[in-house]
């Protein structure tokens, strides 16, 4: 028999024990203590991990037999950057019995892992949004040692495959310069990416090359389409074309007024060229996710 197995066995009933740790109470009631869930197990359940800001909150009552017992509170976030995942621009953040007590504070950033409920919750939304008090979740000044992890971006052998396919798709003989940013752009529960080049070869005064590639279930990547002429910020709205969430970024001022364009995906391909996309509305560009792109 394999000498690893108990080891690995050991490693699953770790992973199980930290999978869902949402029912317990937590060991670490300190912001700098130790024992919070591994970042990566916590990645794999969230849906989106966000720096938000609380904006709003509103208490439940819905006991019947008790209706003036508060049951939960939901707290009104707005994202403020999107590190990974996707998510609207606005949610409403539910939390229960003692964590509505300590929930989030008005007006404070927070470094969010968000995790989605279901249906069951009797609140007035499409999605019911929570986050594990066990977590790595917390003030975002608090919580540096998890966003440099985070911005860390891919793994080694991730990264020097998206290298590749970004070479492939250039048929450059050296490796291309970029910043990028994982994000699920078409929802299908693999993550994506979006890469703007930073190479001379592919920028110019107006702007640089953003490629946008989807991520494949065995960890590979694979060029969907590239825009030229583009800018920071980039950011993703909840709108869908062609199955894929539009996009927004920057264009140079004097390119149609120099406002943010809003990209939409044809069923192929994102337009090939910025500024012959059209401007994105205010509305658009409030309720859009932006993007933080990673060295």
């Not at 583009?230 to 149609?256: C, M, N, Y």
Request: aromatic share 6%; glycine share 10%; net charge negative.
């Amino acid at each position: 028999m394999n000498r690893s197995v108990p080891a690995l066995a050991l490693l699953l009933i770790l992973a199980g024990a930290w999978a869902s740790p949402a029912a317990a109470e937590c060991t670490d009631a300190d912001p700098g203590g130790a024992q919070r869930i591994p970042v990566q197990y916590e990645l794999k359940d969230s849906v989106a991990v966000i720096i938000g800001k609380a904006e709003g909150r509103s208490e439940l009552r819905e006991k019947t037999a008790d209706p003036r017992a508060v049951t939960a509170v939901v707290f009104r976030v707005r994202v403020m950057r999107l590190l990974s995942g996707n998510i609207p621009a606005t949610i409403d953040i539910r939390e229960e019995g003692e964590a509505a007590r300590t929930g989030l504070e008005i007006g404070k950033e927070y470094l969010l892992f968000v995790q989605r409920r279901g249906p069951r919750w009797t609140i007035p939304l499409t999605d019911a949004y929570f986050i594990n008090k066990c977590g790595n979740s917390g003030p975002l000044a608090e919580r540096s040692d998890v966003l440099r992890e985070l911005t860390s971006g891919l793994s080694p052998d991730a990264r020097a495959q998206l290298d590749r396919e970004l070479q492939n798709w250039s048929g450059s003989n050296v490796l291309i310069h970029y910043r990028y940013a994982l994000v699920d752009l078409n929802d299908d529960g693999v993550t994506d990416v979006v890469a703007l080049l930073t190479d001379p070869d592919y920028c110019g005064q107006g702007g640089c090359e953003l490629v946008v590639l989807s991520g494949d279930p065995d960890g590979s990547f694979h060029a969907v389409s590239a825009t030229a002429v583009t800018r920071e910020p980039v950011s993703v709205l909840a709108q869908k074309d062609g199955g894929w969430h539009a996009l927004t970024v920057g264009i140079a001022r004097g390119a149609i007024g120099g406002c943010e364009v809003r990209l939409q995906f044809d069923g192929q391909r994102y337009p090939t060229r910025a500024t012959r996309a059209p401007c994105a509305t205010e509305r658009e560009l409030h309720a859009a996710s932006q993007l933080t792109l990673i060295p």
